[in-house]
């Protein structure tokens, strides 16, 4: 009886709470009566919202009293009660001619900047656009999102490098920093403080990025904005009640994308069977059971099916990942202060067995007013523990052959298993070696703890003057153990054992004194700032080895034989800089933006630590300015930017202008010891290479805000590169740095954005953007016409940076190959060919969201076009027999396809007759050494993130006041790639070793993510 009279009580409570709701009804138009549909009314406070039809209208639920908040881009948003009758409310709104004076853009120093101010171009990337496809690192959730920038992945490992490149290539310099940094990478600032590296950054802590494309846009920071710069605002509170929101994301990881491989032949040599070779020159494949390796100790013969599984086999050495984000963050605030606090957990299981990864990440980001003093300040520590094995796994398991049971071979622990060292079916060691016991033997485990905090004191001196300065800091210690698990056998077998224990140690303060001051003249405005800034590095690193340790499991340098190795080294590197910036105005339509920065660094001679660099840029807001845009109804926004900026870069470290001397025993005789010089002359002369940038663009918006347009334009020239150049050895040295070297880059940018579909209940917003660029080398040292950037990539006097250039066959006029007229051989140039770019040129982001409700589907592809890519595991798989090209033929003798004979007279024959001199090992391990079979075109298309989420409406959460939002949501990412036909080799986005379109015989290949969300709101 009390559970019917409790329902009774609550139903009628729930009913008569029903019905005090009631139907807004709404028509919401601008000033002139024109409709304005997409217009968003939501419930203040609450989840529930509704959007304006093509009418303007729009109906909702919502409780008599209760505010309406209506918001439409470009237009002062409105508040209304909510009326107590069904009666059509008409709902005006004003446009809002400050909207692009008002904070839209976080500048440089972290100064938030109206966009119309800005003569460069900057995007913003906002906290849910970044988030869609839920990564851990949040660079790759910028991958394609962004005109001119290119992100690339090094491999699948758990916690993979990333290379970030901001409108092209400026600099020949490989070697990183004292900070770590690519001497090509952009400046990363974190709430106005430059920070090495935000890879470790908690993505749900960002508010927004702000991409500074150019050097322009980022002066102020002097030589690390030479490439840009990616400004990172964190997540503050909010004035109002506390909020918490709670997050987890789960997501399972697959290999994908493996080199082709033949199906036809296994192991054997010279079309004979052999069960302890690993190299597939075997015979055919025939289906019946076969010896697989030596007998084991106790007499029983291990056999594998002589045959190619339908699945491909090398999927067995690989795992699914499950890769877990666990989040929960508290924010909040008063008219005085504000607060933010986040915890996350992140732990990653590897697509190679073993590898995994955690992550703590714990932020805090306060601000308090004390009058006119305004303070804020935030602390952020992260601890990464990563345990992996190195590259070993892999490098075999595309050698074996297509029958090769990976299953068999786990229990390596066991004497008379056959993955057992001493049962091994390969008796060589090195990359060879069961998989399972390099996975479970070679280990390399490291602890990297980071600590990131600023202090901002922003004090008003008056109403146009305020002074503020701003202190940084950042240290990151890694721990970490590389270890050889000592295995004790015969020959080849055997496995010395090793340990290197080694510590890195890095620290920087950076500080900036800023004096503001803002005047209005009538027409005309002034903002200027003048600024102070230090910054100091330190860095020491020092490891402790021992390579040929005693006993298994015991991982002690104590327990060796023979010497220690190691050692240790510090660095040390400051700077001071003077800077100021002064921005006229002219009726809110015409600005022009002045910068100046001089630098004192310590790395130069002390000659040379001083340089100036000046820029200049403006804007121009023609729908302010001129009146037939200003009554336009179709366009709603026009600037015209342009830009001028030269920035003097530093690419050294410390102590490379001073001469380094070696120790070397036994000279100059004996048991003396003596040291020598290096041979690298140092050349104290050295200045810093100037990059010139001139910028043009357009921004656009269309049809009330609804449809945005930007069209940029890049020229940059890098003059007096500071690299190594090659001098005689007369000299005493075989090297000498030098100021030499030039490259231009120009580069198109266009982006477009808008919503195509706009009504009550759904909404379809497309964009896509393209960027174009062109990287030429100008000059080199000297006389030199290339210079070898990394094995097969080059740069090359009047050609892209940087280029594929390697050997080819000798061919005709036509392309065709040229055959031996004796041999019927291909044969192969006397010199290399220059293929084309490393670095796609074309690049296309394409983005869509569809909303229908609570629902609500985001996709994200990723296009890059005209360049080439190189792959080293081509050729051990030309030399062991797995490639598909060695079993194209029969591996008998065969006519070259597409090949001709050249004649007495110069000319050329088509080859219909001439067989190759043979189809076997040996044959193919030539063409494997051809290195022009070995590259393809670097062309790709892929769904780069996928999102489909569903917002739980307040009616399924209730009457109760816990949950006040939730969602959940389906993500994936990398679902598909579409490669170039001549691509049989991987995921042309993978890079190694700092360079582009490179593709390591160590690289781990391809995986796609998918998995699911949910957030819940307190």
């Not at 709470?17 to 997409?38: I, K």
């Not at 935000?198 to 960002?206: G, H």
């Not at 068999?408 to 057992?420: D, I, R, T």
Request: no cysteine.
């Amino acid at each position: 009886m009390k559970n019917v009279l409790l329902f009774t009580v609550l139903f009628f409570q729930f009913g008569l709470s029903y019905a005090q709701r009631v139907h807004v009804n709404g028509r919401v138009t601008d000033e002139d009566g024109f409709a304005l549909p997409g217009a968003t009314v939501q419930i203040k406070g609450t989840p529930t919202t509704s959007v304006t039809d093509h009418n303007g209208l729009f109906r909702m639920y919502a409780e008599p009293e209760q505010l309406l908040e209506i918001r439409f881009m470009g237009f002062l948003p409105h508040t209304l009660q909510a009326p107590a009758d069904e009666k059509l409310v008409e709902i005006i709104l004003r446009e809002d001619a400050t909207m692009l004076n008002e904070v839209v853009v976080t500048g440089a120093l972290g100064i938030k900047r109206a966009a119309r101010e800005m003569g460069a171009s900057a995007q913003v990337i906002e906290n849910e656009n970044l988030n869609q496809g839920k990564p851990v690192n949040p660079i790759l959730g910028l991958s394609s999102k962004v005109a001119g920038l290119r992100i690339n992945m090094y491999d699948s490992k758990v916690d993979p490098d990333v290379q970030v490149i901001l409108r092209g290539t400026r600099s020949l310099q490989r070697t990183s920093g004292i900070d770590g940094r690519n001497p090509n990478a952009p400046i990363y600032v974190v709430d106005g403080v430059p920070i090495p590296n935000i890879s470790r950054l908690n993505p749900n802590d960002i508010e927004s990025i702000t991409v500074l494309k150019g050097a322009n846009a980022a002066a102020l920071y002097g030589s690390e904005g030479v490439n840009g710069a990616l400004m990172i605002t964190t997540k503050t509170g909010k004035k109002g009640a506390g909020t918490v929101r709670v997050s987890n994301t789960t997501m399972f990881s697959q290999v994908y994308m493996l080199p082709e491989a033949q199906t036809q032949y296994g192991q054997g040599m010279n079309g004979i069977y052999s069960p302890t070779t690993f190299e597939s020159w075997g015979p055919a494949f025939d289906g019946s059971m076969r010896d697989f390796g030596a007998p084991l100790p106790d007499g029983t013969q291990p056999q594998l099916r002589f045959a190619a599984p339908e699945r491909d086999n090398r999927l067995g050495l690989f795992q699914t990942g499950v890769n877990t984000q666990n989040d929960i963050s508290f924010s909040g605030g008063d008219d005085n202060s504000t607060y933010f606090m986040s915890a996350q957990h992140v732990h990653q299981q590897g697509i190679i067995p073993e590898d995994v990864n955690n992550r703590l990440g714990l932020r805090f980001n306060g601000t308090r007013r004390f009058g006119k003093l305004h303070t804020s300040y935030n602390v952020n520590y992260i601890n990464n523990k990563n345990d992996v094995t190195p590259d070993g796994p892999w490098i075999g398991a595309y050698r074996y052959p297509a029958n090769f049971d990976f299953d068999m071979v786990k229990e390596w622990q066991n004497p008379n298993a056959p993955g057992n060292p001493n049962n091994y079916f390969i008796p060589n060691g090195s990359w060879l070696r069961n998989p399972y016991f390099l996975i479970d033997n070679i280990r390399n485990v490291s602890e990297e703890q980071i600590l990131n905090f600023k202090v901002d004191f922003n004090y008003q001196l008056s109403e146009k003057v305020n002074v503020i300065y701003r202190l940084g800091h950042y240290t990151s210690n890694t721990n970490g153990r590389n270890t050889v698990n000592k295995f004790q056998a015969e020959g080849t077998r055997n496995t010395n054992g090793s340990v290197n224990d080694f510590t890195n140690h890095y620290s920087r303060w950076n500080g900036d004194l800023i004096l503001q001051y803002r005047e209005n003249f009538g027409d005309f405005s002034l903002q200027a700032l003048a600024g102070q800034n230090f910054r100091t590095d330190y860095r020491k690193d020092h490891n402790l080895a021992a390579n040929n340790l005693l006993y298994s499991d015991i991982f002690n340098q104590s327990s060796r034989v023979g010497e220690l190795a190691g050692g240790s080294s510090i660095m040390e590197q400051r700077a001071l800089a003077v800077y100021g910036e002064a921005v006229f105005g002219y009726k809110d339509y015409l600005y022009l933006n002045l910068t100046g920065r001089n630098d004192w660094v310590s790395v130069l001679s002390p000659q040379n630590r001083s340089y100036f660099y000046p820029g200049v840029s403006t804007s121009f807001i023609a729908s302010d300015a001129w009146s037939l845009l200003k009554h336009s109804s179709q366009i709603s926004y026009t600037k015209f930017y342009a830009s001028w900026n030269q920035t003097g870069n530093v690419t050294l470290n410390p102590y490379q202008l001073n001469n380094p001397y070696s120790q070397n025993n036994g000279f100059p005789f004996g048991n003396s010891i003596g040291f020598l010089p290096g041979l690298a002359n140092p050349n104290p002369n050295i200045m810093p290479e100037f990059v010139t940038s001139y910028e043009a663009g357009l921004n656009v918006g269309l049809f009330k805000h609804r449809v945005y347009l930007d069209a940029t334009y890049v020229f940059s020239d890098a003059d007096g590169q500071i690299s190594n150049a090659n001098v005689s050895r007369a000299t005493g040295y075989n090297s000498m740095l030098v100021n030499a070297g030039r490259m231009t880059s120009e580069v198109l940018g266009f982006s477009i954005q808008g919503d195509v579909i706009r009504t009550l209940n759904s909404r379809w917003n497309l964009g896509a953007n393209y960027t174009h660029t062109k990287n030429i080398v100008r000059e080199l040292y000297g006389d030199a016409q290339f210079r070898q950037n990394f094995r097969q990539s080059y740069a090359i006097v009047g050609e892209a940076f940087p280029s594929l250039w390697l050997s080819d066959y000798e061919r005709d006029p036509q392309g065709r190959v040229v055959v031996d007229a004796d041999s019927g051989d291909p044969i192969v140039a006397t010199d290399n060919a220059l293929l084309g770019t490393l670095v796609p040129p074309h690049m296309i982001g394409i983005n869509s969201l569809v909303e229908y409700k609570g629902f609500s589907f985001g996709l994200q592809f990723d296009w890059r076009m005209g360049g080439w890519f190189y792959s080293e595991t081509v050729p051990p798989m030309y030399e062991h027999g797995t490639h598909p090209e060695t079993a194209r033929y029969g591996r008998e003798p065969f006519i070259w396809p597409n090949s001709v004979v050249a004649t007495e007279g110069g000319g050329f024959v088509e080859n219909d007759y001439l067989l190759t001199s043979g189809g076997g090992k040996e044959f193919w391990s030539r063409q494997g050494a051809v290195q022009s079979n070995t590259a393809a075109r670097g062309d790709f298309f892929k769904l780069r993130e996928l999102n489909i989420a569903y917002a739980l409406p307040s009616s399924l959460l209730g009457r109760q006041k816990a949950i006040k939002e939730a969602s959940i949501a389906f993500v994936a990412n990398n679902l598909f790639i579409i490669t170039h036909s001549s691509n049989k080799i991987g995921d042309p986005e993978y890079l190694y070793n700092n360079t582009d379109g490179y593709y390591s015989f160590r690289q781990v290949p391809p995986m796609r993510n998918f998995g699911f969300n949910v957030n819940l709101q307190f």
